[in-house]
């Protein structure tokens, strides 16, 4: 069975550019969570998607966004880009949206020059 | 205060050890816990999922809840170097804490 696949790998952009990064669920999971990972900052919740709807945000600006399509598969968008937005993107997702057991994929890493 | 405490290491032992790794946590409502391992540029995987207090052992493992002053523990015995990782606790759904490098050393 496929895990939770994310792309790009890595992506370069600079500041004030605009990303967007892609998240494959495992098949059969419909929530699909996605983190940001800084160096020293531990994982950071970003945005709980769950059938559709968005069902909960972290504490980051509005610049941070996303969607899930009803294949279940998702995007973040980052606008307006910034040096401090360099980080690991981690997608996960869950089959039980009760219980949090989540499966993460690789990642994303986007280096904002 | 962070919802989820963990103090981040790194924290260095010899092969064969007792690890000890620990978290706090603010929020009263949480119900379950878990501890995920993260190797090097790679994703966070699940290694231990608790409900409510009390200890489940998995192997080498142990993870330990104690939910009248909010401490969540995970304990590896023998330890070995393959353990080498970042440590991360999970309270409730969404909150991590910040990870807690081990480095087992042969």
């Known amino acids: 069975e496929a895990g939770v696949t994310q792309s790009p790998t890595h992506l370069i952009k600079t500041r004030g550019q605009q990303a967007t990064l892609r998240c494959s669920p495992i098949s059969g999971h419909t929530s699909v969570y996605w983190y940001q990972q800084a160096l020293g900052l531990g994982l950071q919740f970003l945005l709980w998607y769950d059938e559709g709807e968005e069902r909960n945000r972290g504490n980051f600006p509005p610049r941070f966004s996303g969607r899930q399509f009803p294949n279940y598969s998702s995007e973040l968008n980052v606008n307006a880009l910034e040096l401090e937005d360099s980080a690991l993107y981690l997608c996960?997702?869950?089959?039980?949206?009760?219980?949090?057991?989540?499966?993460f994929g690789e990642g994303s890493r986007l280096t904002v020059l | 205060q962070k919802e989820v405490e963990q103090d981040p290491g790194p924290l260095s032992v010899p092969e064969g050890a007792i690890v000890s790794l620990n978290c706090t946590y603010s929020?009263?409502?949480?119900?379950?816990f878990m501890w995920y391992r993260q190797y090097s540029r790679k994703g966070p995987e699940l290694l231990m999922y608790?409900?409510?207090?009390g200890n489940k052992e998995d192997g080498r493992f142990t993870a330990q809840v104690d939910k009248s002053s909010k401490y969540i523990s995970l304990f590896i015995r023998d330890s070995q170097p393959s353990d080498s990782a970042t440590y991360l606790c999970?309270?409730?759904?969404?909150?991590f804490g910040q990870g807690t490098e081990l480095s087992v050393k042969p």
């Open positions: 996960a997702s869950s089959l039980d949206r009760y219980t949090g057991e989540l499966f």
């Open positions: 929020n009263s409502a949480f119900q379950y």
């Open positions: 608790t409900y409510s207090s």
């Open positions: 999970k309270g409730g759904k969404l909150i």
